[in-house]
């Protein structure tokens, strides 16, 4: 009977990582998937992940089933570290969840579940999975208007009078920091104005927020969900704890159901355990539970946040680095944005016949979009980046 099945599309970002692999330059340079990488290239186990897991090894005494849910400790120290204290912990409803994407997946059965004819917003453009799980559920999506192909800034113009025509009903997702794939992100006075859309409109705010400490710190990084969720009746948040405590395979994620009163939240976590049920019964729990041990205990926090700082930094100098030299070799400024956008990525704007010819002549591996993982550079591999750039006529 499979043979009905019409065969799918492959992962391009997944695709990209097998071709790097398989190059036998040993010079190539890889800014492909976003996965962080130090400047060895290697993706550390980070050091208050490794002494929690120690620590759980010695300590723990059962691996019988958790709530559906997942443990609560895992959704208060989440919720904390999230949304602070923007809103009342009783009005949230949370479940862990198998990575970001699990939350992602489940954010948008919840939002189905209330409307079957659910519309959802995403950015032009925005992470291809967003897409790809809407598509496979038969949600229809609408595009808003977001980079600015011109100054690989956002197009805030358009994503306003485009989110315009949302309604009561309508999902919006927005990326909560570190815009993935184009590194271009909202200020303050723009995300109020998006609040006071959603507020006329009626329509429901969904974020995704995969890297809360990769742009501009753990707080700044969480303002724009908690001004979000301080300010609209409800909200739906999924928060992933791949990047930023670098567990990116235990797939350790939580979705967030943000309601007006604890009535609502009763019958969205609710809503919350029945969707886990449906689709695997318990969550996992080795990255969550390591997440809540880093979260509690104050030493391994402040040693996670200062890992995590050197992360950021080190990313935030190698854009530096990068638009430097860039300004150096083509004598202009127009790569200023580099050190402008935050996160891992940055979008360059390479026509996709440059993004090949960067393959092709020079080894540099970078999304078909002209993506590029800032976190795969170093000192030594920029100047090389900055030079393969220029020439390929970027
Ligand atoms: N959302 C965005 C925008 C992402 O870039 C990622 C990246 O991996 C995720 C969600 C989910 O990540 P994971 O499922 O690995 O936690
Ligand atoms: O955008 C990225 O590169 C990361 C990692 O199917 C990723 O979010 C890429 C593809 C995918 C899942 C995660």
């Not at 969840?97 to 939350?103: D, F, L």
């Not at 501009?216 to 001004?227: N, P, W």
Request: aromatic fraction near 6%; charge should be negative.
């Amino acid at each position: 009977m499979f043979e009905t099945i019409k065969e799918q599309p492959a992962d391009k970002i997944l695709m990209l990582m097998q071709a790097y692999r398989e190059d036998p330059r040993s010079d190539k340079i890889d800014l492909g998937v976003g996965v962080y990488k130090d400047a060895e290239g290697h993706t550390p186990i980070m050091r208050a992940i490794k002494a929690a897991e120690k620590k759980l090894w010695e300590t723990e005494t059962t691996k019988s089933y958790t709530g559906l849910a997942g443990d609560p400790g895992f959704a208060d120290a989440m919720v904390a570290l999230v949304l602070g204290d923007a809103v009342a912990r009783g009005n949230v409803a949370a479940a862990a969840t198998p990575g970001g994407t699990g939350a992602v997946r489940q954010a948008f059965d919840m939002a189905k579940m209330a409307n079957p004819d659910v519309r959802v917003f995403v950015s032009d453009p925005t992470w291809p999975n967003h897409l790809s799980i809407l598509k496979h559920m038969k949600i229809e999506t609408v595009m808003y208007r977001y980079f600015d192909a011109d100054s690989r800034g956002v197009d805030f113009e358009g994503m306003l009078a485009d989110l315009a025509q949302v309604r009561k009903g309508d999902l919006v997702l927005l990326h909560g920091c570190c815009h993935n794939p184009t590194g271009a992100n909202l200020n303050t006075t723009q995300w109020q104005a998006v609040i006071d859309l959603l507020l006329k409109t009626g329509a429901t705010p969904m974020v995704d927020l995969a890297y809360q400490g990769f742009g501009d710190g753990l707080e700044e990084d969480a303002a724009a969900v908690r001004m979000i969720a301080a300010s609209v009746p409800e909200c739906l948040i999924a928060a992933s704890c791949s990047k930023n405590f670098g567990i990116y395979r235990e797939r350790t994620g939580l979705l967030m159901a943000v309601a007006q009163d604890a009535g609502a939240q009763k019958l969205n976590q609710g809503t919350l355990n029945y969707l886990n049920r449906q689709n695997f019964s318990f969550p996992p729990d080795h990255g969550a539970r390591l997440v809540t041990m880093v979260l509690t205990d104050p030493e391994l926090r402040a040693d996670w946040a200062a890992e995590l700082e050197e992360m950021r930094g080190g990313m935030l100098d190698l854009r530096q680095q990068l638009a430097d030299e860039l300004q150096r070799l083509s004598g202009s400024d127009r790569f200023g944005f580099i050190a402008q956008h935050r996160g891992m990525f940055s979008r360059i704007g390479a026509a996709p016949e440059q993004v090949e010819t960067l393959r092709r002549d020079h080894g540099v591996y970078m999304v078909g979009d002209s993506r590029m993982n800032i976190a795969g550079l170093n000192a030594k591999t920029v100047p090389i980046l900055a030079d393969a750039i220029v020439k390929s006529g970027v």
